[in-house]
């Protein structure tokens, strides 16, 4: 066992105990409530496996509250239908859904759909097409990853004929699939983000995630030339031999396209018109993948073993999820935010609405571990309230959780989307997609910026 694993390991055991001897020693609301945010933090910051750290954590606060053996199992059923679990259950639907597309080849037909209107004409017209190509299908998908995994075995034979280098293959699919990401409906953390705030998908749409979108698509337009232009004396071309053709359309993967498509615009517009609250895409998606199977070819028990395939593999997040519920329930009867606002609320009013929003939005960038829609929950868990008393709008709440669980996916340090979307397209210059990234980030934090100080007038 490494040094850095024997310390985090003392540290989460001293936790631990230091937790036990609490629960012993107070009684009543405390501000020792919070040392389990702070335990799950650290241990994930400095490199704990983020579900060892929730458990660590959920441990933490059982131990701070030690409840009866049957009230530590009340919270337990209890927060099997709480908010936070639903999200980890959407996150592995969605799953279950883009397996469903991805067998039936839809996924494959969207993107060649797009580049049929787009990729046969000028430059910058193939580079809106695969941008708005890799924003349709994570949109779609509600992953970033996952959807790009399919999008570029497609791409890169077309961007190797158009005569793109690798790094600005890289930088087009890597700007569009962050575009999709910010408006996807059923996103994990989008989902977590609406149920924060309280709002509905349009409403998220028009001020948070569709701001950034369209100034991705923007930027990409000028980024994406600049960088060909950058790279194309350097030997970064694809050999288009080695990447293969693209496949043809069959007849049931444009017959199941239509049905996804009918499938997901019906689900977005009834959610809309109905304001349907976070437990509708738990039955949006399951059927958007059986109709979208079935009309794909598939039997009704091949379409459930794609369900089941696509949502197994995220099991670990909707167990994730569900410990984190733990968590927040068991602080919550700790009850240390009511010390929180008494002892420092007037601080914090001084503060005043625009300084707490970016403060807390930067908090959230750089000092919050773990996946986006976890960070959402804590930072909102933490905050929420606060914030509402303070007068942060609830378009000023929308930003600051969308800005504090993606900022980080355009830097300004190199992760796992941006070496995903490099390994994807064959390129190894990660400084060419670390300027990406900063070429999004900059514009991206001043347009915000500027609609919080209008909002918070």
């Known amino acids: 066992m490494c040094t850095k694993q024997r310390i985090l390991n003392t540290v989460a055991i001293g936790s631990l105990v230091l937790s036990l001897v609490l629960g012993t020693v107070v009684d009543g609301a405390t501000l020792w409530g919070l040392l389990p945010i702070g335990i799950y933090g650290a241990l994930a910051i400095f490199g704990m496996d983020v579900m060892v750290a ?53 996924a494959g037909q969207i993107v060649r759909s797009v580049m049929r209107v787009a990729g046969d004409k000028s430059q ?68 977590a983000i609406m149920s924060a705030a309280e709002v509905g998908y349009l409403q998220y749409l028009l001020v948070g995630g569709g701001p950034l979108a369209v100034l991705s698509l923007v930027m990409g337009l000028v980024v994406v030339p600049w960088m060909q232009r950058r ?29 996804f498509l009918v499938g997901l615009l019906t689900s977005i517009v009834y959610a809309a018109v109905t304001s349907a609250g976070i437990t509708f895409p738990l039955l949006a998606l399951p059927v958007i993948a059986i109709l979208t199977g079935l009309a794909g070819g598939l039997t009704a028990e091949e379409t459930g073993k ?23 329930v068991t602080i919550d009867l700790i009850d240390p935010f009511s010390i929180v606002v008494a002892s420092y609320g007037d601080s914090f009013q001084n503060l005043g609405p625009f300084p707490f929003a970016i403060a807390i939005a930067l908090f959230g960038w750089v000092g919050v571990p773990g996946a986006a829609a976890a960070e959402v929950v ?28 993606k900022a980080d996916t355009y830097g300004p340090f190199p992760n796992a989307n941006m070496m995903g979307a490099m390994g994807l397209s064959r390129s190894f210059s990660l400084k060419n997609m670390l300027i990406t990234g900063w070429a999004l980030l900059i514009p991206a934090s001043v347009m915000y910026t500027i609609i919080m100080f209008i909002e918070t007038r």
């Open 54 to 106: 929730t458990v660590v954590s959920v441990a933490s606060a059982m131990l701070i509250l030690l409840p009866a053996p049957t009230g530590a199992a009340d919270i337990l059923g209890e927060s099997i239908g709480d908010q936070v679990t639903m999200i980890g259950l959407i996150i592995m639907l969605g799953a279950g859904l883009a397996e469903v597309m991805r067998v039936t080849g839809v």
């Open 124 to 191: 910058l017209a193939f580079i809106l097409g695969t941008m708005v190509s890799c924003l349709i299908l994570v949109a779609a998908l509600g992953t970033l990853a996952g959807a790009l995994a399919v999008a570029a075995p497609l791409l890169l034979p077309m961007a190797a004929k158009k005569g793109f280098t690798r790094s600005a293959t890289a930088s087009m699919i890597f700007i569009g699939g962050c575009a999709g990401l910010a408006i996807a409906p059923f996103a994990g953390s989008n989902v």
């Open 231 to 259: 790279t194309c004396h350097d030997d970064d071309f694809y050999n288009e031999h080695d990447l293969g053709l693209d496949e043809e359309d069959a007849p049931h993967q444009r017959r199941a396209t239509a049905v």
């Open 306 to 328: 794609a369900i089941y395939r696509g949502a197994g593999a995220l099991i670990h997040i909707f167990l994730l999820f569900w410990l984190l519920a733990v968590m927040f």
């Open 378 to 405: 804590l930072l909102n868990q933490i905050f929420g309230d606060m914030a509402a008393t303070i007068g942060v709008s609830v378009s000023s709440w929308i930003i600051v959780l969308l800005w504090a669980s």
